[in-house]
């Protein structure tokens, strides 16, 4: 295994043995899990001379470098060259920058950049991060060698340099174009807002929505506003529509205003009916697109349609038997449908102005997936699902909390212990 | 008038990080050196205040502008910059500056504490136990406000220093005439009210908390009016604090070595009572900004050293994080305890030190702020660089004076 630090500096020499500059950086095109060398980075203190190509390395060791370059061709005009479209510079792009660790879900600054040798090419593996890095670079080895050594694999990580990010984002298949929604989240919670907008801008747009979803309102809605309107109108059109609520009622109502002007005019109308709920309530928690059946509808066609519509059903594949007034009389939930049961189950019903704290109650109490919210006429107009419950409670949880924010775990900011009033998510 | 709510609404939003540390500095040592520049210079001085809140506006400034452009801390955009070795340096500036302001802060909670007649062997190790537990428990948010209140005392300096009937037009030509401090001690009080007005710790953490916010580079025009807000009331409660030392205490030649010198600037406003609102107020900031410091100097190690640190992480799971801020709380309550600890030179030395470690901080950050790779259209302009040179020079001529005067 080499390491990046100790091949900088290296002396790198020309066929016939002179030498030509000492190694400034690697180059590596991004595209593969694990890229090769590209080219070198020659020149003298900082400044780069001379870009060679790997393919003119002859032998390539910690002490020398040695090329098959003529000192001639090495410093010819021109040698020194822009950057490819996917190339990026180790030392300059990599080395003490911060990545976002995919699987570790965290920040982390890379202390070394890991690379193997295989025949006759040199590929970037992983990078250190942590302490003992930076340790063995200061010279305290003794302190390094008492310090477990953090890895990050070069496909599991997340460039956040100016260069590494742009270039990530611009080459498909690299760290952020591969995960799912959840994953999604923790990165943008974790980068600055314009290159957090930026992953949302390079990905698909259904998996950009479902990071949306799974951040916290406060973040999502920070996001939204960064987007262009275009982008913001669509992704709220993409989420299921009680998180599109909970995170516009983070917004002015002038921001709210423009990105419903680009959504579906029913889509729009319903995220209007949901705000006027206040968001401690079970109509503040609850999704309106729920499937329902009329009493005496066989459980065997039911079984069948909600079997066909099953992506896009929120309620957790709960069916809401209502009345001819749409009145509820009674659910099926998916383990019923399944067993055949001919009758649906009783469940009470929650009032949408009903405080939160007594739907959360509800349903310790109560063996349910979903339960039916009513108007004051006690007619069907949306439902709360045991998840929307989960994520009122676990709300400061959700990835996107400031480090000093953590300091009051009840979400209670130093702003606003200053007595100032603030425009906070729900 | 709707347009005029949505930016009230975003100021609102943005406001803190440059209102907390400002508010901040006026801490046991920020109000025991203006006490002492008042008290030992009357109002001659009083105009270093004021290049120290200009100086403050401008670092504070570009300390929340590099936050928000980067998304990164001070300690960690140098290492990203200039390399790990550089890094260090800048890291362990920060330290130590760190250390010698919780020290001072823990010789606040004793100086406090004694004015009540408790002893410091009982005060700071409670205290430090105390802060420590609230804190890494999450249970800060539950005595934030009542240490915020009781520091708020130190705004009826304000009411102390105009019913001390001052000189005003002394008070003015103090501020505005420039009047070379020749003696040691005068560079020494001005070089301390350099280094709590633009304390190193205030630069990492509004950098670090601007960051943390996430905010968009578009609403950093509202940033800067928190920003001047934060620095502004320092500037205002400091000149105060000079003023009412200036007339109360000057006159008669009376010099600070305890609290309870300081405490008799009050008098005018609280009579009898003066001495218990100074140990009131000087209790509550210390506790607050001991509360604040050591957590601000662990994200900074975490942040240069790589791992991202927080709270919710376990120990075992952060060693580094929860070992900086149990050294920087042992350590600055451990200093106190000497038998003999002079409170009041260790309150105002720890200040020069300050000073001193600023210089390579804004260095750093001036260097940080003229680099387009990293601060895209954000970069310094021309007269904005004048300035934070001029702000370099002036600190690094201060203490290049003391260094002078001092050597044998």
Redesign the interface.
Known sequence: MLVLSDLLGSEVRAVEGAVVGQLIDLTIELGDDHPAIRRLAVGHRRQITAMVDWHAVLSFEHEAVQLTLSSDEVGRPGAVGELGPRELRLARDVL???IFDIDGK??????EVLLTRSEDEIRVVAVE???A??WR??GLRGLAGRTPE?VVDWADLHL???RGHALQLATPGTGVHRLDGAALAAVVA???????AAVLDAVASDVAASALSASHPG?AG?LL??VSSTTASSLVGRMPVDDATSVLRGL???AVDALLVGLHSDRAATLRRLLAHPADTAGGLMNTEVQTAPVGESVGAIRARVAAEVPGLAGLATVFVVDDEGHPVGIFEPSDLLAGREQPRSVPTLPASLPVQQVIDLFALQDHLALPVVDTEGVLIGAVAVDDVLEELLAERLPGQ?????????G????S??G????RPR | MTARRGRLAVLAAVVGPGLLAGLSDDDPAGITTYSVLGADHGYRLLWVLLLSTIALVLFHDLGARMGVVTGQGLTGLVREAYGVRRGALAVVALVLANLGTTCAEFAGIAAGFELFGVSRYASVPLAAAGVSLLVVRGSFHRVERVLMGLSAVFVTYVIAGVMARPDWGAALRGTVAPTLPRSRDAIAISTATIGTTLAPWGLSFIQSYAADKRLRADELRYERIDVVMGACLTGVIGFFIVVACASTLHPGGVSIDDAADAARALEPLAGDLAGKLFGVGLIGAALLAASILPLSTAYSVSEFVGREAALDDRPREAPLFYGTYGVIIVLGAGLILVPGAPLVSILVLTQILNAVLLLPLLAFMYRISRNRSLMGDHVASRSASAGYLVAIGFIAACVLSLAVLTAP
Do not use: C, F, P
């Open positions: 003490d920058t911060q965290r920040l982390a600054r890379v202390a991060v942590g302490a890095g930076v670079r200061l953090q956040t340099s100016a974790h980068l600055s807002t314009a290159k957090a973040v920070r506003k960064a002015s109502t002038e400031g480090r000093y924010a953590r300091m009051h775990r009840r209670q900011s130093l702003r212990r200053l100032i009033r603030l425009a």
